[in-house]
């Protein structure tokens, strides 16, 4: 039972435009969310949060959007570039205190 | 600033024989966390340690398994009679937990094991 899917094993975007990355959650305890960045053969890079109480949070081209009702969260990257190619994770913590679940991940290739 | 180390970051043995690593976390953070990586799926929580007392082990982590963190600063992972099926990523988080923090947990660049 997966309680944190990305549903989209692939994405590809061209160079200049907006990468949206999608992720579903079933677990309405959880309330912190992260995302990371992983290139292979190294370990996942910490790439922004948030906390349920808000519903938006921005850091540079990466901006994270929660819809808790829909248990829905995304990481929309503006302007993409080629070295934003890697695989993203979504993962989910309850009270931001406990062991992180995360999907399976989303490989996005980002096209010059 | 020197991040969350693994070491080794390849090990090649064989089906029985035992293996060890070591993650030496973020020098500040109290929370140290082992998670295993097999393709094609995300991070899967092991165990952790909130200073050198283990708090939560995953019913992934067999009684082969066995996980340290004796002075509350690096961490050992021991697999022993290794398996076919323990080949994966073994990653090592760590992060400071506070009463005014959330967890957000930093990476090492993990522990390839391939069993043979």
């Known amino acids: 039972d997966q309680q944190v899917k990305q549903n989209s094993p692939s994405l590809r975007v061209q160079e200049g435009r907006i990468s949206i990355l999608n992720c579903d959650y079933t677990?309405?305890?959880?309330?912190?969310f992260l995302w990371y960045k992983k290139y292979p053969a190294e370990g996942p890079t910490f790439l922004i949060s948030?906390?349920?109480?808000?519903d938006k949070n921005e850091d540079g081209r990466f901006t994270v959007f929660l819809n808790k009702s829909a248990k829905h969260l995304s990481l929309h990257i503006v302007p993409s570039q080629p070295g934003d190619s890697a695989v993203y994770f979504c993962?989910?913590?309850?009270?931001?205190?406990?062991?992180?679940?995360f999907g399976k991940g989303t490989r996005l290739s980002v096209i010059a | 600033d020197t991040g969350v180390s693994q070491d080794p970051r390849h090990k090649i043995t064989k089906r029985g024989q035992n293996v060890t690593f070591r993650c030496d976390p973020i020098?500040?953070?109290?929370?140290l966390y082992w998670y295993r990586q097999t393709l094609g799926q995300g991070p899967e929580f092991l165990t952790y340690?909130?200073?050198?007392?283990?708090?939560?082990k995953s019913r992934l982590l067999s009684d082969r398994f066995s996980a340290e963190r004796p002075k509350g600063s690096f961490s050992t992972l021991e697999i022993q009679r290794t398996e076919q099926g323990d080949s994966a990523m073994y990653l090592c988080?760590?992060?400071?937990?506070?009463?005014?923090?959330?967890?957000?947990?930093?990476f090492g660049p993990g522990t390839r094991l391939t069993v043979l």
């Open positions: 993962a989910a913590s309850v009270l931001g205190n406990t062991p992180l679940v």
């Open positions: 340690f909130q200073n050198e007392a283990q708090l939560e």
């Open positions: 020098s500040e953070h109290n929370r």
């Open positions: 948030i906390s349920s109480i808000k």
């Open positions: 988080a760590s992060s400071l937990r506070s009463a005014s923090s959330t967890d957000t947990q930093y």
């Open positions: 677990n309405s305890m959880f309330d912190y």
